[in-house]
Every structure is written in structure tokens, then in C-alpha cells.
Nanobody, 127 residues
Framework: QVQLEESGGGSVQAGGSLRLSCAAS????????RGWFRQAPGKEREFVAALRWGGTTTRYADPVKGRFTISRDRAKNTVFLQLNNLKPEDTADYYC????????????????????WGQGTQVTVSS
């Protein structure tokens, strides 16, 4: 099992930026894919971005393409999500997730494929 802890959330104005971090501990050597999801008030949780821990493959949800960037620091077992040009509709709790299973690219956006989740970090964007 992998323990995940998010940080970096906060309140910004539209057009601003934030950098979220997700530090992992535990059986991190088994990680295959790590992702970010978000849940806005009154809405279901949705996919944001994901990457292959041991490779270069990434995937982004259409609403964040060109604005958000997912990256990693293997030495620190940390995944980052850079949020640029933030919009009020980006307001949500952001969750980090990990799976040790070898999921294919088309399934990276499916939250059911992820086994381990963090507690979330809140992002609020005002207009």
C-alpha cells in the first residue's frame, strides 16, 4: 500500500497559478501510474491528469490541457501538478492517486483503476 499526502492548495484569483505536490510513502516502488483528480462542490470527482511513474506517458483532461502540467521527482517520490491560468471553474478539492497495476493509456482517467488516494487539498479560484 502507498500513502499519499497532497499539499500546495490555496486561494488565488483567476489567471493565477498554484503548484500542488503529492508525496508518497510506503510501497512506492510498486507504483505504475499516478494521477490527479478533483471534485468540485456538488459534483462528482473527475480526472485531471496522470503519468506513468517509470516512463514518459502522460494524459490530461480536455479542460486543463495547455494550462496544467503533471511532473514527478523520483528521488523524492513526489508528483507535482502545476496549475496555470486558473479559472473559477477549477475550484475543487484536488486528490492524488496511485496504482501498481499496469493500466493502459485509455484507462488512466478511470478513478476505479487507482488503489491508493490522498486526503485532498483545496483550490479556490476567485473571479
Amino acid at each position: 500500500q502507498v500513502q499519499l499526502e497532497e499539499s500546495g492548495g490555496g486561494s488565488v484569483q483567476a489567471g493565477g497559478s498554484l503548484r500542488l505536490s503529492c508525496a508518497a510513502s510506503g510501497r512506492t516502488s510498486s507504483s505504475h501510474t499516478r494521477g490527479w483528480f478533483r471534485q468540485a462542490p456538488g459534483k462528482e470527482r473527475e480526472f485531471v491528469a496522470a503519468l506513468r511513474w517509470g516512463g514518459t506517458t502522460t494524459r490530461y483532461a480536455d479542460p486543463v490541457k495547455g494550462r496544467f502540467t503533471i511532473s514527478r521527482d523520483r528521488a523524492k517520490n513526489t508528483v507535482f501538478l502545476q496549475l496555470n491560468n486558473l479559472k473559477p471553474e477549477d475550484t475543487a478539492d484536488y486528490y492524488c492517486a496511485a496504482t501498481s497495476r499496469g493500466i493502459i493509456w485509455s484507462m488512466m482517467a478511470n478513478e476505479a483503476e487507482y488503489d491508493d488516494w490522498g486526503q485532498g487539498t483545496q483550490v479556490t479560484v476567485s473571479s
